[in-house]
């Protein structure tokens, strides 16, 4: 099982993925970056935006797990995206509401779309991922 982006590397774990590996940093960084939204956002926006954010690469995970089922993988890589574009919405209102300065994020979105580049490849090479696993 390969990752299309690392170049014939083949992965042995989830892990191992660069798109996982992205997601991470994706997470931690729109933690730091809400660390210092309006205390009145604590259970909406700063919950909501860090929530969507760490479940894309949870879902990577599980998506690791299921893919021994094509379709079941798949599914899993489409609700890490699902999840990828509702960050980028939290970002949008972040931005609207000037929790963040542009400059944050152009990088944080810059993750999102890099993510959602690779989450469409490996679902289009669905079948390179898939398969019995010894």
């Known amino acids: 099982m390969s990752d299309p982006g690392a170049s014939g590397n083949y992965a042995s774990s989830f892990r191992d993925l ?5 997601a991470l940093d994706l997470a931690s960084a729109v933690f ?4 210092s939204f309006p205390r009145e956002e604590k259970y909406s926006l700063t919950d909501q935006i860090r929530r969507s954010s ?3 690469s949870a879902n990577i995970a599980e998506a690791w797990g299921k893919r021994r089922y094509p379709a079941a993988f798949v599914a ?7 999840e990828t574009f509702e960050t980028q919405a939290w970002l949008d209102h972040s931005l609207r509401h000037s929790y963040i300065t542009d400059e944050t994020f152009r990088a944080l979105d810059s993750h999102c779309v890099s993510i ?15 398969g019995p696993i010894s």
């Open 18 to 22: 660069r798109v996982y590996q992205t």
């Open 32 to 35: 730091d970056a809400s660390i």
């Open 54 to 56: 760490r479940s894309i």
């Open 76 to 82: 899993k890589l489409s609700d890490s995206l699902s």
């Open 116 to 130: 959602g580049g690779m989450l469409r490849a490996m679902e289009n090479k669905a079948e390179s991922f898939c």
